[in-house]
């Protein structure tokens, strides 16, 4: 158990469709990140959040989107879906400034169609 | 960007057996974990391990920040041990604050 919640834990979409993530970190932890893990790979990064701002992004077009709320929650959001963005979607908290270890939620598996 | 590097990418071990896997990356690094994704996909923790030697029971793992690698080594392996073995690293701020993982070592544990 990390304390980091993500729902919903599978989700089926079709090419074109959007699609919200969503994410609750570990009480305290301010920072939340976004990574996609395809099948037989190492996660990459997506973006972090910190105190509600974006912080740092990877190389991903602009129609991955995310917001984190005041209590620490976030959303990953994907526009356009594309039959490569099925992938498992992972989320990560930490309490930057303090502790640099990140833990991750159990992720969800989408699937494009 | 940094490269991570791990081997060996697949391993067989009968129970018992010890191994050790190996994690090289290419720059400096602030911070290092080594991660078990389990069936379900869910990371655990294993080690928080920027430099120095850890150990948590059978399992321990250390880095050598000066010369680039971590060591994760299993004792007496289980078939719980079965599963991806990831290491991650991250530089920093000026990086793009991101976790940076290998490919990963997947180990099967027979009984």
């Known amino acids: 158990e990390t304390g980091v919640t993500q729902s919903p834990t599978h989700l089926i979409k079709t090419r074109g469709q959007q699609v919200t993530l969503r994410c609750s970190s570990q009480s305290g932890h301010n920072t939340v990140s976004w990574y996609q893990q395809a099948l037989g790979q190492g996660p990459q990064f997506i973006f972090q959040?910190?105190?509600?701002?974006?912080?740092g992004r990877g190389n991903f077009p602009p129609r991955f989107s995310g917001l984190q709320f005041p209590n620490y929650s976030s959303e990953l959001n994907v526009n356009a879906l594309e039959l490569d963005d099925s992938a498992l979607y992972l989320c990560?908290?930490?309490?930057?400034?303090?502790?640099?270890?990140?833990?991750f939620g159990p992720g969800t598996r989408l699937t494009v169609l | 960007g940094i490269q991570v590097e791990q081997s060996p990418p697949d391993l067989i071990l009968q129970e018992g057996a010890n191994s050790t896997l190996r994690c090289n990356f290419s720059d400096s690094v602030n911070n290092l974990q080594w991660f078990h994704q389990n069936p379900w996909g869910q990371l655990i923790n294993l080690f928080y391990?920027?430099?120095g030697t850890k150990q948590n029971g059978r399992l321990s793992a250390t880095t050598v920040a000066t010369e680039r690698y971590s060591l994760l080594y299993i004792s007496s392996s289980q078939t719980t041990d079965s599963g991806v073995y990831f290491c991650?690293?991250?530089?920093?701020?000026?990086?793009?604050?991101?976790?940076?993982f290998g490919g990963g070592t997947r180990v099967l544990v027979k009984p």
């Open positions: 959040y910190y105190r509600e701002e974006e912080n």
């Open positions: 990560a908290s930490r309490d930057e400034g303090r502790y640099n270890e990140q833990f």
């Open positions: 391990i920027p430099s």
């Open positions: 991650a690293v991250e530089q920093g701020k000026a990086a793009g604050n991101k976790l940076t």
